[in-house]
């Protein structure tokens, strides 16, 4: 199936979305992943005797909590797999793989990995599988650089017991999460976007019920109908609600100081409010019912935030039906 290729009059922009996730370790978890620091891999057994690797903290099956640890081998069996031909940025390897579901020796699920081969015809469900250690190791399933092909035949040992203690035992983990995709968004907000380049805000109309969407959303998610009628509102707006942003966000511009106020702001002429950052007033003295209007951007693209007008604030009454 050939992908759709949007007209060119629309917009489209390649996005990142990024941040890195922490969280703390519990003792089955932290031994895990301790262990495979020191190329131990664990798993935990349940009430029923079944081992699983990973090893969870609470048996998936009867919500009982585990802490029975074992010890398995670092040989296994590919249950299931599926070739990657093109690695990613920041996958286990650069060059083409195997994404498989490994049953370690001793194991009763499966972990999954990469499978280091020569190409998809040298992968098959059944084959023996072996880790391959990475040469420098944390704490983290990177630990395990891959799986690499293994000539030796199936094993079936008995998990060996274990403490799940070790020296300097790993308690949190830092995993970095990305996202890069292409946002193209659509006709409604191409055009939206576009006057706003030109220091104008249009919403469109719903022909039903006549509600006008700022930014718009090529239809009215209430009727189910094209919004194809623009309006231009504003520029000026009222305050509706808002809150007091106490904590400096990573990708926040650095002239912008704690605390500060970001606010649903209904435009004159919308029939719904968006978002916008309140300026040139102290925080404590942003209210509900303020009358405001845009600050544009140095390059003149998007209101960068909105600052009182001077007029008297709002009538409760002409905004409540927009908080």
């Known amino acids: 199936m050939t992908p759709l290729t949007p007209p060119p009059d629309i917009l489209r922009a390649p996005l990142v979305v990024e941040f890195p996730f922490t969280r703390s370790l519990g003792p089955v978890q932290s031994a895990f992943l301790t262990g495979l620091r020191e190329r131990t891999v664990l798993g935990v057994r349940t009430e029923d005797g079944r081992v699983l690797v990973p ?14 640890l074992v010890e398995v081998a670092p040989t296994g069996t590919v249950t299931t797999w599926a070739w990657n031909p093109a690695p990613r940025r920041g996958q286990p390897l650069a060059a083409p793989f195997a994404w ?10 499966a972990l999954l990995h990469a499978v280091d081969a020569p190409g998809p015809d040298a992968v098959r469900t059944g084959m023996r599988v072996r880790i391959r250690w990475a040469a420098e190791r944390t704490g983290a399933i990177t630990d395990i650089a891959c799986f690499e092909p293994y000539e030796g035949d199936a094993e079936h040992p008995e998990p060996a017991p274990h403490t799940g203690t070790f020296d300097d035992p790993v308690t949190g983990i830092t995993t970095p999460a990305r996202l890069d995709y292409t946002y193209t968004p659509g006709r409604a907000q191409t055009r939206y976007l576009q006057a706003l380049s030109e220091r104008r805000t249009v919403g469109e109309r719903c022909p039903s019920c006549a509600k006008v969407y700022v930014p718009p959303r090529g239809a009215c998610p209430t009727c189910g109908v094209a919004t194809t009628d623009r309006v231009e509102v504003g520029p000026r707006g009222t305050v509706t609600t808002f809150c007091i942003v106490n904590i400096k966000a990573a990708h926040t511009a650095n002239d912008i100081e704690v605390p500060y106020v970001y606010a649903h702001i209904a435009l ?4 719904l409010a968006l978002h916008g950052r309140i300026g040139g007033i102290p925080y404590d003295q942003v209210r509900m019912g303020l009358r405001v209007e845009p600050v544009w951007s ?10 009182p007008t001077g007029e008297p604030d709002a009538d409760y009454d002409t905004y409540k039906e927009l908080l």
């Open 268 to 271: 004159d002429g919308a029939g």
């Open 298 to 307: 140095e390059d003149g693209r998007y209101p960068d935030h909105y600052r």
């Open 100 to 109: 498989a579901l490994v049953r370690l020796d001793g194991a009763d699920t």
């Open 55 to 68: 090893p969870v903290e609470y048996d998936p099956e009867t919500a009982a909590e585990l802490r029975e």
